[in-house]
């Protein structure tokens, strides 16, 4: 078993392929709970100090276009019809009959009335909704932290697809950032990432290695 490793790049698209190189070659092969095999490493730790330059791996099958419009799932509370987004997780949750809870609104509140906080930290876990459920969210945590400057954002993931979702995560949380940067007047920093399992699926093997060996990958 593979516990415990750290990845510290400049950019989303270093911090992927690094991230899958390790993956690939110290991984452990398992099937999960659905009978799928994967290659994972427990507790990945990813720091990118600098989320919005190189914000889109050339090799990524999704473009910009579909990538903000992810990014804005991040951002609005609204539901088009989806079990849950993170977006209404994050920005529009409430107990049946209750008031709608803007968690990013209250970090911000916390932000910018004492810059120092621990405690501008938004959940996207319900344990009355999602404890019985299958189908339930992968990133867990959003905490912001304001120093000297510059606000950076730690997540916590309890499963990650790291060939296909990362950059798609990193690239959505980055516009969260910015729009959390803009609210407390601040500049925007680093996200570092909490991967429980960082995994790569059985079906993304074959390009994931294709793209490591230097040859044209096959999204």
């Given at each position: 078993m593979k516990l415990g490793r750290l990845i510290r790049a400049a950019t989303i698209a270093e911090a992927w392929q690094r991230?899958?190189?390790?993956?690939?070659?110290?991984?452990?092969?398992?099937?999960?709970?659905?009978?799928?095999?994967?290659?994972?490493?427990?507790?990945?730790?990813?720091?990118?100090?600098?989320?919005?330059?190189?914000?889109?791996?050339?090799?990524?099958?999704w473009n910009r276009d579909r990538l903000e419009e992810y990014a804005q799932q991040l951002l609005t509370g609204e539901n088009p019809g989806f079990e849950y987004t993170y977006g209404e997780r994050l920005r529009a949750w409430s107990l049946p009959g209750g008031p709608p809870v803007d968690q990013l609104e209250q970090a911000a509140i916390r932000l910018r009335s004492n810059p120092a906080t621990r405690r501008a930290t938004a959940v996207t876990w319900i344990p009355p909704?999602?404890?019985?459920?299958?189908?339930?969210?992968?990133?867990?945590?959003?905490?912001?932290?304001?120093?000297?400057?510059?606000?950076?954002?730690?997540?916590l993931?309890?499963?990650?697809?790291?060939?296909?979702?990362?950059?798609?995560?990193?690239?959505?949380?980055?516009?969260?950032?910015?729009?959390?940067?803009?609210?407390?007047?601040?500049?925007?920093?680093?996200?570092?990432?909490?991967?429980?399992?960082?995994?790569?699926?059985?079906?993304?093997w074959d390009w994931v290695e294709e793209m490591l060996r230097g040859r044209p990958a096959k999204l």
């Open positions: 991230g899958l190189n390790l993956i690939w070659r110290q991984g452990q092969e398992l099937k999960d709970e659905r009978g799928t095999r994967i290659r994972e490493i427990l507790a990945l730790q990813v720091v990118v100090e600098d989320p919005r330059r190189e914000m889109i791996p050339p090799q990524y099958s909704v999602d404890a019985a459920k299958e189908e339930v969210p992968c990133m867990m945590v959003d905490d912001f932290k304001l120093r000297d400057g510059k606000l950076n954002l730690t997540v993931f309890r499963s990650h697809d790291f060939a296909g979702a990362y950059p798609a995560n990193l690239y959505g949380l980055t516009r969260v950032l910015e729009y959390m940067a803009g609210e407390v007047g601040a500049e925007v920093g680093s996200i570092s990432t909490t991967s429980a399992s960082a995994h790569i699926y059985d079906h993304d």
